[in-house]
């Protein structure tokens, strides 16, 4: 889901001054019209036009631990993922390290980490 720009928002509010509907200014910025109210209503709560922050729990591993993740895949190409797990005594699970082995640029292939194909 693509957020909605600032400016797009600072015309919704002066649309909304103006007393427009919000079916017409969503046709007219072609954004769903739950976005204008949703837009509306947060200006008319808060006086700000900026979005909430995003909420959400907040990784177990840090910026460290990933360096750690990356060398010991340089030194041991072929490791497991188990393996990477028990060794580095990391508190995740195999599909969470997974992704972020997949984010640093590696992939498993045929028993080794490898950097993705150009």
Do not use: C
């Amino acid at each position: 889901m693509k957020s909605i720009t600032n400016e797009k928002r600072e015309l919704i509010v002066e649309a909304k001054k103006r007393s427009e509907k919000e079916e017409d200014i969503a046709k007219w910025l072609k954004i769903n019209v739950r976005s204008v109210r949703r837009i509306w209503k947060l200006y008319k709560e808060t006086g700000s036009i900026q979005p909430k922050p995003k909420q959400g729990r907040k990784s177990s591993i840090d910026a460290a631990t990933i360096a750690k993740i990356q060398d010991a895949v340089k030194l041991q190409p072929d490791i497991t993922l188990y393996e990477l797990i028990e060794n580095l005594k990391l508190p995740i699970k195999k599909s969470r390290l997974s992704e972020i082995l997949i984010g640093l640029g590696l992939t498993f292939k045929k028993r080794h980490y490898l950097p993705k194909n150009s």
